[in-house]
Nanobody, 122 residues
């Protein structure tokens, strides 16, 4: 069972930046062979996909974060990142990283982190 641990959340004013990290402990597959993603869920709203990065390093983003957020991974550190800039109050949510073996997007995501809270004040 792959293990995921997020960190880096916090409170920031609108226009500010944060970087989220997700430490990945692979199981059965090499880190590079996972599809990795970031999701978020605001109170009273459904969980939504924010970005993902494929095993070949290709990335996709939700329209709401394009140009502001950047997903990346460090193969040596086995860590997934989400650099968030120009943050808006509507970015406030619990952010989760997720992983699954193989190509993105998976039919279902096999592993989730515990989440890290991001709060953006106006």
């Amino acid at each position: 069972q792959v293990m995921l641990v997020e960190s880096g959340g916090g409170s920031v004013q609108a226009g500010g930046s944060l970087r989220l990290s997700c430490a990945v402990s692979p199981s059965g597959y090499k880190f590079r062979d996972y599809c990795l993603g970031w999701f978020r869920q605001a109170p009273g709203k459904e969980r939504e996909g924010v970005a993902n990065i494929d095993s070949d390093g290709s990335t996709t983003y939700a329209d709401s974060v394009k140009g502001r957020f950047t997903i990346s991974r460090d193969l040596a550190k086995k860590t997934l990142y989400l650099q968030m800039s120009s943050l808006k109050p509507e970015d406030t949510a619990m952010y989760y990283c997720a992983a699954d073996e193989g190509w993105c997007p998976p039919a279902t995501w096999g592993a989730w982190g515990q989440g890290t809270q991001v709060t953006v004040s106006s």
